[in-house]
């Protein structure tokens, strides 16, 4: 009989394997595009994780994060700074920003900290839009360049999927070992009482903010990715809308599991495309879904998924 | 056996010029259209700019229920392949690729920019017409051959409202207040820039949110630096509250500005003395036509969907018809399509005529209304400069 961690190692390198089968599937076009952006919603829900998941801190931000990744990448190409520099940039502009947001206000707590978070989107937004020199304002930016390595230009759906399926996989490893480092217990210690981890020893607004700078890595890595494969960015896709939307994803998927942060960004991506069919109706059913999974499954996809594994597990000791 | 040869020689000739004759005219053809067209739209239908992209809809579907109706677009029934775009870009390019997939003769794209930008290397790569009511000036400015815009921009607007006010309103001193988005703030720049060649300097020049709904302070720094006409440049729901504010500040100066001036949404939400007077340029809405064709055409749109037709419905309606007249002439071949837009010259639609400029501008006349009470009346048409 296979071992649980053999298990889940067996189920990862599955889930890989089909997920390198989709383009095989499914082509080039439509249904390749959605995918890409449910791999670059997963890998900004990762980075949500950190901070709201594991260290149980409300942040409305993330789409923020996402937005000054996409423009950092967008602004250095168009400067001539080489694809390989622009996530580095994405990354260091966005741990800046982290710095600056987290700094004065991670001792903020529950709904303070949630409008405080609100308050930086709606800045970084208004930033992008009235600073039209360098941001484009409301037009956006267009024509950005690929990524480009060494001479060689990705080019179409395809070769994005395979570069964002790595980059996600990357992440997903990096989020499970800090998970079981200091770091992580550390954060889900200051998750489950932070006078608790403070007699432990744990400085708690330090893990917070380390917490809340990985994640806006994740995401500005991320952003870096989505204007390069896109090649246009403008402001409404960095919205208050869709920093709800991001942490929709992380608690339908599961907070706290990697697995489930995945999970939920890539059905929450999936599921209103695969509704168009009912027009304006599936903005009924897709909130309906929603929340029946909130009343019926209130810690997600992940607690589905892991009852069912035990369920399995059960059936098999039983035979 | 020379006679033979001659025989030979002659009909031998007299075939090849029949061949040629033929292939010649086998290319002049149009390409046939097999099957049922289909068309596709992606425009928002759910979101906070769903009121504006139903009207492209209403538009572009009224027009193929009558051309169905009357036997089609080159004798095929025409379908339609309507994609909801949202209010994201991220979600436009996902409705436009779904469209693209579906393989449609033609495309009608939003008259929201930044999903026209997203949109337009996909659409340009699929080689398919696409035919956009999106305002920003740069839209055709991308360099896609494939790319025709229907609608009057902010460019056109930026330069045509203040010349109106300070040429024929006989204003020097105006104040500009815009929404802050990708419509107000190109349009807003613009206006600054003609107002520079014209000599003016506005008194001030003042921005608000899209989903702001105090904007008395703006307004207050207007009057107080004197300006003697305003200049608004907004959708409908903002505007109306502009102008109602505007007139609860006791700020009354000759007031004009886009479109959304106008708009029955717009007057819907003022009273009559608020909405007096103030003029509004734009595309053509169908409500100030006295031509019974017009008026019975409203009619039956409004019976329709329940909504007055707009500016945006005109143009969409217009352009499912152009697109059928091109059909029938070249046949389902798309560059001949293409070709056929950029070519168009002097068409007729309901209520303007369409050419074709060197970017993929169609539309190069505007309306000039004026709110008499609330109701808007047509002042007169207005060429865009060098037309």
């Known amino acids: ?319 | 056996m020379a006679s033979s040869i001659w025989k030979r020689f002659i009909l031998s000739t007299t075939m090849c010029a029949a061949l040629s004759v033929a292939t010649q005219s086998s290319m002049a053809a149009p390409a046939a259209c097999t099957g049922p067209i289909k068309i596709g739209l992606t425009t928002a239908q759910t979101g906070n700019l769903a009121l504006l992209g139903v009207q492209a809809k209403n538009g572009v579907e009224f027009a193929i229920d009558e051309i169905n109706k009357a036997g089609g677009m080159a004798g095929q029934q025409i379908v339609l392949d309507a994609q909801d775009t949202g209010a994201s870009s991220t979600d436009a390019l996902n409705a436009m690729n779904r469209v693209i997939e579906g393989k449609p003769l033609a495309i009608f794209g939003s008259m929201i920019s930044p999903h026209v930008f997203t949109q337009t290397e996909a659409v340009t790569k699929s080689e398919t017409p696409f035919i956009v009511g999106a305002t920003n000036a740069k839209v055709t400015l991308q360099g896609s051959p494939w790319l025709f815009r229907i609608h009057a921009h902010d460019g056109q607007l930026a330069d045509l409202v203040p010349r109106y006010l300070v040429s024929t309103l006989g204003k020097k001193k105006p104040g500009i207040i815009a929404v802050a988005d990708d419509y107000g703030l190109g349009a807003s720049k613009g206006i600054e820039a003609t107002l520079l060649k014209l000599d003016v300097k506005p008194a001030a020049v003042a921005s608000y949110a899209p989903s702001d709904k105090d904007m008395t302070a703006q307004l207050l720094e207007i009057k107080d630096k004197g300006a003697d006409s305003l200049i608004v440049f907004g959708r409908p729901a903002d505007v109306a509250l502009v102008l109602k504010q505007s007139s609860d500040l006791g700020f009354k100066v000759p007031t004009i500005g886009n479109a959304s001036m106008v708009a029955q949404t717009t007057l819907n939400n003022l009273s009559a003395a608020e909405a007096d007077g103030i003029y509004g340029l734009g595309g053509m809405i169908p409500q100030t036509s006295t031509d019974p064709k017009i008026v019975d055409w409203s009619k039956r749109v409004q019976e329709r969907y329940k909504v007055p037709a707009d500016n945006f419905t005109v143009a969409y309606y217009d352009a499912t018809y152009l697109l059928k007249s091109i059909v029938d002439k070249v046949g389902c071949d798309k560059a001949a399509i293409k070709d056929a837009f950029a070519a168009t010259k002097d068409w007729q639609g309901l209520l303007i005529t369409y050419s074709t400029d060197k970017v993929g501008d169609l539309t190069h006349t505007l309306g000039i209304y004026q709110n008499k009470g609330k109701t808007p009346v047509l002042v007169s048409t207005i060429k865009e400069t060098g037309y």
Not at chain 1, 176 to 193: E, K, N, P, Y
Not at chain 1, 247 to 259: E, N, P, Q, V, W
Not at chain 1, 267 to 280: A, D, K, N, V, Y
């Open chain 1, 1 to 319: 009989m296979m071992l649980p961690f053999e298990r889940s190692r067996l189920t990862v390198w599955l889930v890989i394997a089909a997920a390198c089968a989709l383009p095989l599937l499914v082509g080039g076009g439509y249904a390749l595009q959605v995918a890409n952006i449910a791999l670059l919603n997963a890998i900004v829900v990762l980075g949500l994780n950190f901070i709201t998941g594991w260290t149980g801190q409300v942040n409305f931000g993330q789409a923020a994060f996402y937005g000054l990744g996409a423009y950092t990448t967008a602004i250095a190409l168009k400067f001539g700074v080489p694809w390989l520099a622009t996530p580095i940039l994405a990354a260091a502009a966005v741990m800046l920003a982290g710095l600056v947001l987290g700094v004065p206000t991670l001792r903020l707590r529950s709904y303070y900290l949630a409008m405080t978070t609100i308050g930086f989107g709606e800045i970084v937004r208004l930033v992008i839009v009235h600073w039209e020199p360098v941001t484009g304002g409301t037009s956006g930016l267009r024509n950005i360049p690929g990524v480009g390595i060494a001479g060689f230009e990705l080019s179409g759906a395809i070769q994005h999927y395979f570069l964002l399926v790595a980059t996600l996989s990357l992440a997903a490893l990096a989020a499970h070992r800090l998970r079981h480092s200091a770091i992580g217990r550390a954060m889900i210690a200051t998750r489950d009482s932070e006078i608790a981890a403070e007699l432990s020893g744990i400085d708690t607004v330090r893990t917070k903010l380390t917490a809340f700078m990985i994640g806006a890595v994740y995401a500005g890595v991320a952003g870096c990715l989505y204007a390069s494969s896109i090649h246009f960015i403008s402001p409404d896709s960095f919205t208050g809308t869709q920093a709800v939307l991001l942490m929709t994803m992380l608690i339908m998927g599961g907070m706290g599991s990697i697995a489930g942060s995945i999970l939920g960004a890539v059905s929450l991506t999936i599921l209103p495309e695969l509704l168009r069919f009912l027009g304006q109706w599936y903005l009924v059913l897709y909130g309906l879904g929603v929340i029946a999974m909130i009343v019926f499954a209130p810690g997600g996809m992940a607690t589905i998924i892991a009852s069912l594994r035990d369920r399995a597990l059960r059936a098999e000791r039983g035979s």
